[in-house]
């Protein structure tokens, strides 16, 4: 997904650019999920790489996981504020 999908491309936009709030992620419940009264499974249907894209930008250990190495980095301050978008 990382080359294949562009996500690449996106996380240098949302660096570089920011996250633009006028284009929101499309999540319904997962209507086959039996998570639990505490914890419901949402399913993204529109946004996919750009939730994919912010996850990469804002935690480090899941950028070592997926062995990105050719992700920019972002300040503290703009991790907070992506992750605040989410």
């Known amino acids: 997904m990382w080359v294949e999908m562009a996500v ?3 996380v240098y936009s949302i660096a570089y650019n920011s996250y633009y709030k006028t284009e929101p992620l499309l999540v319904v419940q997962n209507s086959e999920g039996q998570a639990g009264p505490d914890l419901e499974k949402m399913v993204v249907i529109e ?5 994919a894209a912010v996850k990469i930008l804002v935690d480090d250990h899941l950028r070592e996981t997926l062995k990105i190495t050719s992700a920019p980095t972002i300040t ?6 992506l992750a605040a978008s989410q």
Do not use: I
């Open 8 to 10: 690449d491309e996106l």
């Open 47 to 51: 946004g996919n790489r750009r939730l």
């Open 76 to 81: 503290e301050a703009a991790k907070a504020q």
